[in-house]
């Protein structure tokens, strides 16, 4: 071939050479691309059913990927220690099939009956944990549960949904106008919430009681009180922790194997050594579901507070990035319902649930790749244990009943069809086209 025919098959339609308009109408069309994309997707994220739909989908895919890794994490020690891989995978199973439900109902229950729910539920809590300092069971130290039989009780964990309903309550109560005077937050929130953290404290429950004060702090932010309130709080906070690692011998070495993990990596780092050891292995994609190795008893408490060490391991850094991304938009959910609710109780709920939940994964993978301390919190829907699950799915069941108060909501959910499918389709803009109401004949 010539290279004058050469140059004719190259050559774009109509003769024209390729030149610098070209290359700018071709940028000028990408951009176009792109902002289009960029319009579709603010075009989603404004739609009434959002912060629903996101509620509904983070939390089915926690719960899916926390059943994966709580069989793949436990199955080693549960065949050593009970003779079945599925033990402890059988009874998560258990505590989801309970909370699934219990979500559900929430989600279908009105604002008042949350605001009702607090008092009896911090009354419980407080009896809970004045029967554990009695007849509580005492395991790796720490006397936190009661022995019901068949199942472990943890009244530390439903003491948040506790704590947080029934201070948002107090709070929305005392609005005026939609403004509460922090003054009012010293009668009876505090003693209330010093009394509750005291007691999870006197069975050795540092994290659930840090736990207890974002619950706390959320509170305050939402209300408005002023910084040199947080500041003297926090203050206080730090005198009382100093003063708890200094009084038992455990976490003073906790402390010292989170400064130091690899100088104390056969003692108080041992635990923080063998996580990162883990997380390390992983690599980008991981050694593949069930195929870790820390988890030959190498990780203690490998299905619970170190769950996502073997995560991490298994599914690599690009697992833990979507575990991340997850609770990310499960938070971003949260406080997208506190800010378009206009009730006051609605909105320090929600901003209180976020604190917990989210704070609450923070603490844990924090603790995983060693920026905290340990604490011994479990992992938000991931972690085994029924006693931190249900009412944690409770807490997002409420979330889904405040996020149908958001503007257009209702309607929304009336419109796109009958079944949740269907709805979400809808939603998603993959449905057909909605039926349209013939008029009635018999009318003029």
Known sequence: MSAAAHEGAVRPEGGARPDGRGRAANRAHGEGGVREHLLTLRELLNRPLTSYYLIVGCSALLLALGLMMVLSASSIEALQETGSPFYWFFKQSISV???????WVCAQLPARFFRWAGYPLMALSILGLVLVLFVGTSQLGAQRWIDLGPVYLQPSEPAKLG???????????????????WRHLFIPLMPGTAILAVMVMLGSDLGTTLVLMLIFLALLWVVGAPLR???GILAVAVLATIVMISTEGYRAGRIEGWLDPWGNAQGTGYQAVQGQIA????????????????????????ESDFIFSILGEELGLMGTLVV???????GYAGLRVATRVKDPFVRLASAAAVAWIAG???VNIGAVIGVLPITGIPLPLVSYGGSALLPTLAALGMLLSFAKQ???????LAAHGPGPVARALSWLGLAGPARKRRPDRGRR
């Open 406 to 412: 958001e503007p257009g909501a209702r309607e929304a």
């Open 360 to 362: 609450q994964a923070i």
């Open 324 to 330: 991340v991304a997850l609770f990310g938009l499960l």
């Open 97 to 103: 099939a309970i909370g699934i439900p219990i979500m």
């Open 279 to 302: 997380m390390g292995s992983g690599g980008w994609f991981g050694l593949g579901l069930g195929s870790s190795r820390q988890k030959w008893s190498w990780i203690p408490h490998a």
């Open 229 to 231: 309130l947080f500041g």
């Open 163 to 181: 704590l947080l309903l029934w201070g948002a309550d107090l709070l929305a109560r005392r609005a005026r106008n939609g403004v509460i005077e």
